[in-house]
């Protein structure tokens, strides 16, 4: 298992931007793909970005491009997303997910070790 903390959500204005980490440990990540979805109220747990942490390579969902980036760092065992050009309809609460290996990346169910989630609102 792997454990995840999330920190850094918070309120913005819209344009604005926030950073949230995901702190990971109990396992060695170098086989692991990191993921963030997103959870609005009354809204499915969607897909925003993930990281193939031994090659770097990263996907986003279309909404977010060029706007979010995730990244990792090694020494760290961290993962970081970069919100950038914040809008309303970013606010959720945002979970980062680990998932051994494997190719399918985008789906919850892909998935199988969650951070406890950390709030982003982003006012108009």
């Known amino acids: 298992q792997v454990h995840l903390v999330e920190s850094g959500g918070g309120l913005v204005q819209g344009g604005g931007s926030l950073r949230l980490s995901c702190a990971a440990s109990?396992?060695?990540?170098?086989?692991?793909?990191m993921g963030w979805f997103r959870q609005a109220p009354g809204k499915e747990r969607e897909f925003v970005a993930a990281?193939?942490?031994?090659?770097?390579?990263?996907y986003y969902t279309d909404s977010v491009k060029g706007r979010f980036t995730i990244s990792r760092d090694n020494a760290k065992n961290t993962v970081t997303l970069e919100l950038n050009s914040l809008k309303p309809e970013d606010t959720a609460v945002y979970y980062c997910?680990?998932?051994?290996?494997?190719?399918?990346?985008?789906?919850?169910?892909?998935?199988?070790?969650w951070g406890q989630g950390t709030q982003v609102t982003v006012s108009s």
């Open positions: 109990g396992r060695t990540l170098t086989t692991y793909i």
């Open positions: 997910a680990a998932k051994f290996g494997g190719t399918s990346l985008l789906q919850r169910n892909d998935y199988d070790n």
């Open positions: 990281i193939r942490w031994s090659s770097g390579n990263t």
